[in-house]
C-alpha cells in the first residue's frame, strides 16, 4: 500500500528565506546600500538567517549602511532597537559600528540618510492597527522622523520585551511616512493571520492616515511577503 507523503512547510521560515535572499542580493549588488531596518517579531528569521550567512562569509557588510525605523524614547538601553539590531544582526556581520544609525541617536535623521544618498531598501513590520515603523494611525502622509506617543495597542503588542506593564515606553521616535517613501524599494513583512485583516484594509482600501500602512499603495516598488496564502 502506497504510503501518503506529507511535507511539512514551515511557511515562517519560507518567508524568512525570501526577504533574506532579497537583502543578501541588494547588497551583492550595491555593497555600499542603504537599508531601513524593523525591529519585531516579523523581521527576526530574516536576520538569523542573514545572521549565518554572514558569518559563512556570504554576506558583505563591510560598506553597508543600517538605519533602525524606529526606537523607545525613554526606556532602558537594553530594550532599544539599536540593542534588538545589535544582538540579533549586527553582531554577526562584518558592519561597522559607525555605519549603523538610529533615530534616537541622531539629531537630522532625514537629513543624514540624504546625504548618504538615500534609502535603497527598507523592511518593515505591519501593527495590528496598521502602523508602519511607529507611524500610528492618524499620522499625516507629510511627516518625516518625528517623536510620537505610541498607543494603547502597540503599548500592549511590545509587552513581552519588558518585564513589567509599567515599563513599556510611552513615547517613541520613528521615520516618517515621507521618510518612508523615499526609499527605492520597499518590502512589507506580513506574518501570522492575525495581520490578514489590517494588511487587505491597508492595500486594498482607500489611502488614509487612519491606516498609515495604506500609503504603501502611492510607493511604486512595494513587495508584500507574507507567511500565508494571499
Ligand atoms: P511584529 O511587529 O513584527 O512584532 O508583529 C510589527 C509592528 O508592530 O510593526
Redesign the pocket.
Known sequence: MLQEKTTTVDKYQVLSEEIATAVAAQLALKPDSCLGL???????GCYHLLARWSQEGKVDWSQARCFALDDYLESDEQISFQHFLQTNLYQFTNLKSENTFNPRQVDNYDHLIEQIGGLDLTL?????NG????NEPGTPLDSWTHSIWLTES?RA??QSYFSKATSIPRKAVTMGIRTILASKKLIL?V??QK?REIMERALLGQVCPEIPASYLSLHPHVTVLSDFEL
Open positions: 524593523p525591529t519585531g517579531n516579523s523581521p527576526l518593515l513590520g505591519i501593527g495590528e502602523h508602519i515603523a511607529f502597540t503588542a511590545n513583512i506574518s501570522g495581520k
